[in-house]
């Protein structure tokens, strides 16, 4: 641990609620270096959907790099590459009449993002980006003017700009229309919103407090765009992938976004990787305009592709999530129910699933009792007040049981259960 | 091909210049699906300093993988990144007295750039942040405003702030004195250049055209930077990790920056792995206040720790390199002194060469004749002005005599050579 | 007329409503310089509260300038000065338990605004600003990021920053409670919000359509701002001097803001002047940090003085002011009334008053045909869709009438009357 | 006193050099309330070229005010405005051969530069404006953001932006070769200056020390501009309306820019007023884009009449004004010289004129010697070290005489002349 402390930065921070060294993963088992196994319920913050070291992806990869095939070529064309592009055409695009082009815009989400607010402002030939409010986008310039964490922000050190923050769905009181706001600003030539090029937008808000926007609220959202040629952005990067049972977690509004972002577990072995998709006609890149080193990180476009062969190629794997993500939220909210008294209330869709504690520090509490426990997980929203979950969407139905079981004690330990008089 | 033009977007770039599909690597050989050898002088841009698919590294990393060691943890501690510390820490650090902090900051150069710009800005309380002529500095938004290149630019799609450029090494007419222009603003409160939190530069500027600054140059922009309390930040991540011979590039002009960023061949193996260095008290980071999903890939910290364990333990690769670097520029020169009349002269320091035509479009064209030939080389400079070298460090002796013969044939074959009359 | 378009540029604006030569003018009555006269209810916008060239004034003006009196002297201590800072004291900060200090920040609204800007900003170390939908502070840019019109914002060619805009009273369905919106970003540290050094309002908007906030609401905003330590401007730069009844708009709330501007009618003769009022302990300025020419223009303090010693000593003056007001609304509601199919509906407070039209156009109509008639008023609202009435408010009970009836025969002749089946 | 202290904010400054209470004015002579007067070199910072209450300026503007003319008219059309017009065109234009239409931006002379800024970045859709090192154009925030003063740029309170900072004429070691830096900039598309909309510069830096542009460098800059299609913008401000002789200070050096900004000694009464003239093309203003409530000020219209028929329809003024300006070098040549020792050396052009000193607080010790004397002088340059002389140009010479004795005398007092051994 002396090492640690001694040689990386202060800024270092899951390793401060999981104060051991790991070792070995497996599945949505992590066993750290004394041999002890945790249940992982936080999958790298939604990068491994497919579990740990994957035996699918890990054949893929294995052999790939056994064979000596290129692993970094930066945008030039690579059989890994084609292959990647043909299959996500193929299994992913098409099927869902989604016309898009691919970007490989850098290996991090932050890259994906600051990639599709480029483009839109570009195609636009307009500045402002509507975000939203606990939207979280990413830690670079761009990406960061479009979160709303005020500590996060802070660490900019410059004022960040160009940026208009908006109500999520259900902000407020519950009572206000949707988009009353945002529509009165753009009708109104006198009320200081220039006109924006594009929103950005999660489905589900994963850093946020796993906040859902409603299939409504997302339709309206898009509708909305359309009639004031605004372009939409859908940011799933932690969301996509499967997080809510279809590929991307749109489609369950059957809206379709003019940019994509996509990342985490688009290479499904956690190796670096993302993608901007957007319709064809927004493809006014010139070439070069936005490069990078790690675009052509072939082992990813491997492991990428394995992922659309073993699960996307039928309505399995979707189905699969989407009962595991119900009986999440079942059990979720008898634990929630256990502890009404605490305003606990649980949020979610499919398996990104939360249970909020209004007092201060309990889910933060609850995830330290968890983690003694041995299971993973982390809290999310601007106050910590939401215990997080983000299962592998491969965990198997004993291994849930078995998670909740264990979180369920854990809020237990936690919040003393009132005793009758 | 049809993929590629059908699927991906027209930001692509290299693989414009080599209008191939790659699939084998290893050493300074690539190979395309046809089966064709290509001998490569690029290295991914700086990312393959220890060749392709180094046998070294990639025992290391297939050993890893079949383990099941853990592959992605977010920033939690793992045996991996302890490694990868302690030997960071053992190797190359403690050596060379510097005693510098590590940040995780993302996969990419641009994510350790971000992460040196908002953390100078932030222990300073200053907004402003100077760079050079032509430096290159990343895509995202904070990167791209200490980027020189306009068409780059011109792709944020908003203005680009909080900085000021200033003359590179050499810049002008070669008569002004260094900074003189830097320190007049600096020293006269009228000036309009607000008090600098930090300069970043490149010792040798890449994709700037090779543009090498001198020692006597690098020292004095260090003694002016410690005079007026402006933090020093060298971005190491084109010419790091022994591109010009020592591990970091300025350790020949004696300097020792606030803060350097490393990225490209800091894995070795062409992984997406990035590091922001800075002294101990500059490290007032928040836990999470800069935060990322791949800042803990751990195959990368294996490949990295393998680089340290087998390069730069003694310092025979370092010397290799400055001779393999003094054999480069020497066949240069003798190339550029054929061609005296077209204006061709030669750049460069160490493993990063280049020679530059003034004609227009000439690098270019001897680019494209060299890969007819079977090497791999790119242009850099505002103009594409310069046939850049970037090759291995690993490549042998042979390969280079090689590489350099097919370079003097390709620019014989694009400059006609001038006949008596 | 052919001067004007030959030598004055495309950006004048009144003159194209009123297509004539302007020459003489005394009270409510403009002469042009066939001789025609004109009832002037728009009074400078604002600027002529006490009419043109009372003779109140006009004689101590005369005599000022005929006694060789000092005219200009930047911000030099003068006899002039001192008479209006010792007058402004106890005529209008002193009964109002008012502790401010005075800024003299340049001659024009403006400047009142951009040094009430920069003062929020230096000492609350902050940078954001909130202003309202419609809100109207100024053309340049400090002032223009925070004014809602696009037209003018669009003027800029910079992006305007540092600023965010809220719902004005009123602003959406009516149902909203006051302050749902601001208050939740201020309260979540989520919301993307940086943390504000101001808010800047108009009790009563002018220019933005003569929309009205309730004192209620006025009450709110403050007690908003004191509870997240924001600073409260107050921006009466066309509602002070007495257009609503009492010398500030504010009073009838009952708040006390931390920064108010003046300007318009503070000189009482036309003549360019700007007051920046702020609480005593905000007075954080560096000698000369703000400067400017015109900042001591001595007749300007001369007629201002003689304003307060004339109209502010006693209540009658704004009883008058009331009493009319409530006449010009009482008429107002009758036109509206008249009128109700086409939509009409009035707006207003003490004598900034207006009648709306929804439909296109028809404002402008009233306003061109009232011009005809010999009345002279001007639209607001972002859509030019108010008929503004901004009489002196010297402006006799007869006058009020004439005028009143011009502008009750300027609606009928434009917005036919509908007949009985 | 007292009065001031306890109602006038801190940023007062003119008023902390010279402590008394001002009176009475006429020609270059002000009374304090004492009676006592002061020879006044300082002339409103350039604001009373025609002296102080002009008779001839006076009787003008005497005569309109008594006789009920109006004061007040936002744009509208005015018989005085047009007057002013016309023989702006006849006096000024049209003898220069000066295409230009007059915009009246609002009182100030920031107002003419804001608007100067805005219709350049309008015109060419470019956002970077070049000025240059000490320069000074204003106190809002687009006028700040182009001035040089670390001090009052602070006070802005957010960073500013969208410009760049330039070399003045003969800035650094006086070998540097005009405009090689700006020149390399525009040339290379890697330098990191986003192509210009504008170049703002004054030919003398009033503000900024006295600091003359040559004429040849002026021409530099004029035909630089023409060459890369960035509009040229002389800020006359205070070096126009004669101050160097010609009505504007570049027709010595042969240059027509492309906008110009006027204010100060335009009205030649000390009533605020400011013009910005542009080439007849740039007018693509739409009406309204820019306005402001104190842009038909009669009363300055009146007297900038005056000033043109009285001084400038033929060319003694202005032979004058160079002759008198020759005297002022002559005798600030000479004390220069008799205090070699402490460097004190001179600068200027026309009636524009220092004497710097490099020790600290010698200049500022030598105006209070000179108002202790009875002469009101000012330092000016970034670190206060010029004494500057602004006479009005109607100061006759036995006046100049007698100021430049004083001021000898006062530089005595301060400067120790150095004994004999």
Redesign the interface.
Known sequence: ?E??S???????????S?????????GSR?HD?SGRPYLDF?A??G??NYG??NPVL?SA??DY???????????????A??DF??T??EVVLEPRGLDY????P??????AV??A??????YTGR?TVI?????FH??????L?????????????????????M?FDN???G???DF??LR??LE????????P?AVIVETVQGE??INVASAGWLRGLSALCREYGILLIVDD?QMGCGRTGPFFSFESAGITPDIVTL??SVSG????MAL?L?RREL????????????RG?N?AFVTGTATLDAYWRDEVFEKETLAKGALIGERLDAIAADHADTGAHTRGRGMARGIAFPEEGVAKAVCAAAFERGLLMETS???DEVAKLLPALTTTVDELEEGLEILADSVRAVVRVPQPA
Chains 1, 2, 3, 4 share one sequence.
């Open positions: 641990m090492t640690f001694h040689l990386e930065s202060e800024v270092r921070s899951y390793c401060r999981w104060p051991t060294v790991f070792d070995k993963a497996r992590v270096e936080f790298g913050a990068s491994l740990h070291n890990k990869l294995v790099l056994v064979n000596d095939s290129i692993v970094h070529s930066l945008d030039a064309y690579t059989v590459k084609r592009l043909k996500f055409g082009k691919v970007q490989f850098g290996p991090a989400g932050n890259n600051e990639a607010l480029k483009l839109a402002r570009k500045e975000s939203f409010t606990n939207g990413g830690m670079t310039l761009g990406a003017a479009v979160t709303g964490n005020s500590m996060k922000r802070g660490g900019a050190g410059v004022p960040l700009g160009h940026t208009a923050t109500p902000y407020m009181d009572q206000t229309p009353l706001w009165s600003l109104d030539s006198g009320s200081g919103l220039d006109k090029a946020g407090g990067i990342s985490k072995y956690g190796l670096p901007t957007f493809d006014v890149w010139e070439p070069g305009e936005h490069n990078g080193t790690f990180f082992p929203g601007p106050e």
